[in-house]
């Protein structure tokens, strides 16, 4: 059984995300919920991984893998960009600070990447 | 090739081993296990960029997968294991880091050594650390493969490779899988380690190391390019 990292930040996420976003809940049901925190815990996984293998690099490559796979199921790269931005804001100080520190860098780097595949692709 | 992959990852998607089997043996170079199991990987591969493109379910990728394994064991036995091979005496062993599901690679590497002649144990997905360790010292193989597909299981090659290495007949460590092809692991494994990013520098490894022999119970650190990553 993989071990879910942070579930309260995960729960936050979701919840806030749905909150902004009302209409997913219509258009996706308990579903896209359901989908919504897997893709939440796996984004913790992949910081979490970013943190101890010391390189925000693996976590910008894993936004840009994902972005190509949501944009195939009609989401946009603003979804995964607003998703990020809501992580950054429910983070805690449950998670340490020189992890949160780097789960921040690991963030900021990717929403940067994303903003500039976002301006490419729209050239 | 690009007709062929096409077509045996239809077969695989279906589900349809007979299929695959006649297209392997209709393949003019049946014989040459690099090319039958660039077919395979490459096939897989593909199978893996049609669920990124949402083209293939879960459910899909599992059924090519479950096939794909069938028809590797049937042609290992009918083209490698049943067919009398000059023995290394060497023996290897291969394995998934613990969590790690995605297995083929490894079957396929494994079944590239007994080809050329090292005695093998495959332990497939999934092998904690602790298991492996006791296994390596009980069996005392020359050679230790380990894989690592998802970079969540990152963390814990390092791990891996200084326990195992550790063990007292000191085997070799080689990493590989599908990270090894998109990163520069050298920072997480020893300097002793032979990092390979493919099947086809696997088997200019294992061709080298038959040239060259090895001497004195030690294995020879490769010195061409290959292994200087």
Known sequence: MKKVLYPHVVERAVDELYDRYPNLKEQYGEKGVRKCREDNEHHLRYLESAYELDNTQFFVDYAHWLNGILQKHGMTAEHLSVNFEIIKHVMDNDIDAGRKEHYEASLDEALKALSASEIYTSE | MEADVQRFTRYLLNGDELSCEDMIGELP?????????????????????????????????????????????????????????????????????????????????????????????????????????????????????????????????????????????????????????????????????????????????????????????????????????
């Not at chain 2, 010292?137 to 998802?150: D, H, M, N, T």
């Not at chain 2, 990163?183 to 032979?194: A, E, F, G, I």
């Open chain 2, 29 to 229: 170079e049946k014989e040459n296990v690099l090319n039958v199991f660039d077919l395979l990987t490459k096939s897989m591969q593909h199978i893996g960029e049609l669920w990124e493109n949402n083209e293939v379910s879960v459910a899909d990728e599992h059924l090519a997968t479950a096939t794909c394994d069938y028809v590797l064991s049937q042609y290992r036995y009918r083209f490698i294991t049943s067919k009398k091979r000059k023995e290394t005496g060497k023996k290897a062993m291969f394995l998934c880091l613990e969590e790690e599901q995605h297995y083929l690679g490894t079957k396929i590497i494994a079944s590239l050594f007994e080809y050329f002649g090292w005695e093998v144990r495959l332990f497939g997905a999934n092998l904690p650390l602790e298991y492996a360790e006791t296994q390596a010292k009980e069996w005392k193989p020359e050679l230790i493969g380990v894989s690592v597909a998802i970079l969540y299981h990152l963390p814990k090659l390092k791990d891996y490779v200084e326990t195992l290495s550790r063990i007292p007949n000191s085997p070799t460590m080689m990493v590989g899988g599908r990270l090894s092809g998109l990163y520069d692991l050298r920072q997480y494994c020893s300097k002793d380690t032979v990092i390979l990013k493919d099947i086809a520098e696997v088997k200019t490894w294992l061709e080298a190391l038959s040239n060259e022999g090895i001497s004195d119970g030690k294995r020879n650190q490769p010195s061409n390019s290959i292994f200087s990553n």
